[in-house]
């Protein structure tokens, strides 16, 4: 684990045997940040914090939902993060926070056992805010505000990750209706996979303004008035989320009724033809099946009623192909 004291003078680096003497400290205040909830994790949540034994459990297990718990002297928040992964599956990357007047602690993870995350996606947040810390271009003056910045940061992800998605819709837009080439089914699949990024996405903004609205109802006995701005901002920020995954999902629905259509068109018009080819065939097969049942009546072969009956045939075909042509058929 990773403790830091943020003061007006900057980010200091800190050894966790020290953290009840920062706990003590004034002017300033306590970030925590925990890669793993181990067990020396766990007990210092529960030693030197004093958290629910159920908030410190939940930091343990995969969370499918954000959370919030709110106690008498800090906000237990759960936060889930879209990830990408292979064949339009959607990771979730997890972040439990700690929020109180003098601390803020942040657990990351737990992480799917299939999720083959590189360092660089792994707290992608926490370390682009530490860099802001330690080169002093960022002094958060209260714990909400650090909170608010990740939180923030998260959610500028998703926004780009909504973006590049809609990129990918775009194109299939183009290529659906102007050069409608390729796989029609790999590209049917395609596009279902892109909307299932957009509904996941879409159902964790919605999931996340309502947690954030939540903090605003409460915020009168859990927030101080400086920090309640940051938490209305948060909810402002998922609900601009939630809006624009609406929004580009009614549009690729488009996109796929549209393709679908065309493709329904063009089976339409194959089982047209089919038909009627089964129609020009009805004159042959009914005499065939004529002559194929009293074959062994016939002595030999007589060459005029042969002709005759391909006469039949012919002139019957040519006008059932007429008639099909006068009704537009073909």
Partial sequence: MNVYWLSPAGLEHSRPEELDDLLMREAGFVWV???????????????????????????????????????????????????????GH???????????????VTVQGPFENALALDASVRGREIKAILH???????????????????????????????TSLTARVAELERETIHAPTGDPEQKLETMFHLR?????????????????????????????????????????????IHGLCDA??????GVIDFHQNRLLNKLN???????????????VTAIASFYGMNILVFD???TGQVLGVLMVIGLLTG????????????
Wanted: hydrophobic share 40%.
């Fill in 132 to 162: 802001r810390l330690e080169s002093g271009r960022f002094r958060p003056g209260t714990p909400t505000e650090l909170a608010y910045t990740l939180i923030t940061a998260m959610a500028r992800n998703i926004e780009n990750h909504v």
């Fill in 196 to 240: 299932h990024e957009l509904l996941t996405i879409h159902t964790l903004a919605a999931q996340s303004r309502t947690i954030f609205a939540r903090i605003n109802r409460l915020s009168a006995r859990t927030t101080p008035i400086e920090d309640r701005r940051f938490y209305e901002d948060l909810q402002d920020q998922f609900e601009s």
């Fill in 33 to 87: 940040d925990i890669p793993h909830c181990d067990e020396a994790a766990h007990t210092l949540l529960t030693g030197s914090f004093g958290f629910h034994p159920m908030a410190v459990q939940a930091c343990k297990q995969r969370a499918h939902l954000p959370k919030i718990h709110v106690y008498a002297d800090h906000i237990f928040l759960i936060l889930l993060a879209p990830e990408p992964g292979r064949t």
């Fill in 90 to 104: 959607v990771h979730l990357l997890e972040l439990d926070q700690f929020i109180g007047q003098r601390y803020l």
């Fill in 319 to 330: 006008l059932i192909a007429f008639w099909a042509k006068r009704r537009g058929w073909w």
């Fill in 269 to 283: 018009v194959a089982m047209e033809r089919l038909a009627l080819i089964t129609v020009l065939l009805l004159p």
């Fill in 248 to 253: 580009e999902r009614g549009y690729l629905q």
């Fill in 300 to 302: 030999k072969t007589d």
